[in-house]
T-cell receptor, first 113, second 116 residues
C-alpha cells in the first residue's frame, strides 16, 4: 500500500517568512495529493490539492509543487501570519475507486509574531 | 468546499456502554464516507470505508464487530462503538467523498470520545 512521509515534524518561523513542508510517497499509482490544515480540536480543512497532471498550483499565499519522477510534493506558504499556526497534513491516494487517503505524520507550524 | 457535520462533538461514556456518532454530508450526496481515528499528536488513521447501501470495508486491525458502520443514505453514515473501553478514547473524524469521479474529501469537525 501507499506510504507517505512528511518533514519536518515541527517548524517555527517568524511572521512574514516563508514555510515549506515536504512529503514523499511510495506508490507510483498515486495521482491526487491534498494538503489539510488542522487546528486544535477540529477536523482537517482542505487548503489546496494537486493532481498528477500538474506540476504546480498556487492559491494566494499557498502553493503546492509536485515532482512525480522523484515522488515528492511540497507545500509552500509565503508571508506567514500567526493564524497560519496549525498542524498541516499531506496525503496521497492512488487512482482507485475507493480513493482512501493515506496521510503523512503531520507538521506542527508555529508562526511567531 | 462541502460541509460535513458530526454529532456529537464530544461524548463521555462509561466502560462497557455503546456510543453512536453521526456523520452528515450537508450540501452534497456522498457515495463514499470514510471514518478515521486520531490519537493525540498523531496523524489520522483510516478505520473503514463506508459506501451507501453496502457493507463497510474495514482496515486491517479494526474490529468490525466493535466499530459498527451504517451508511443508510447518501447523506448519513453512523459509527457505533460497542462495549467501549478506555483504550477506545480518541478523536473520531469522518470524511465525505463526492459522487462519481470526485477526488476531494471533506472532513467533519470530529467527535471526542472519552471512555471512563
Amino acid at each position: 500500500g501507499e506510504n507517505v512521509e512528511q518533514h519536518p515534524s515541527t517548524l517555527s518561523v517568524q511572521e512574514g517568512d516563508s514555510a515549506v513542508i515536504k512529503c514523499t510517497y511510495s506508490d507510483s499509482a498515486s495521482n491526487y495529493f491534498p494538503w489539510y490544515k488542522q487546528e486544535l480540536g477540529k477536523g482537517p480543512q482542505l487548503i489546496i490539492d494537486i493532481r498528477s497532471n500538474v506540476g504546480e498550483k498556487k492559491d494566494q499565499r499557498i502553493a503546492v509543487t509536485l515532482n512525480k519522477t522523484a515522488k515528492h510534493f511540497s507545500l509552500h506558504i509565503t508571508e506567514t501570519q500567526p493564524e497560519d499556526s496549525a498542524v498541516y497534513f499531506c496525503a496521497a491516494t492512488p487512482d482507485t475507486g475507493r480513493r482512501a487517503l493515506t496521510f503523512g505524520s503531520g507538521t506542527r507550524l508555529q508562526v511567531q509574531p | 468546499g462541502a460541509v460535513v457535520s458530526q454529532h456529537p462533538s464530544w461524548v463521555i461514556c462509561k466502560s462497557g456502554t455503546s456510543v453512536k456518532i453521526e456523520c452528515r454530508s450537508l450540501d452534497f450526496q456522498a457515495t463514499t464516507m470514510f471514518w478515521y481515528r486520531q490519537f493525540p499528536k498523531q496523524s489520522l488513521m483510516l478505520m473503514a470505508t463506508s459506501n451507501e447501501g453496502s457493507k463497510a470495508t474495514y482496515e486491517q486491525g479494526v474490529e468490525k464487530d466493535k466499530f459498527l458502520i451504517n451508511h443508510a443514505s447518501l447523506t448519513l453514515s453512523t459509527l457505533t462503538v460497542t462495549s467501549a473501553h478506555p483504550e477506545d478514547s480518541s478523536f473520531y473524524i469522518c470524511s465525505s467523498k463526492g459522487q462519481f469521479e470526485s477526488y476531494e474529501q471533506y472532513f467533519g469537525p470530529g467527535t471526542r470520545l472519552t471512555v471512563t
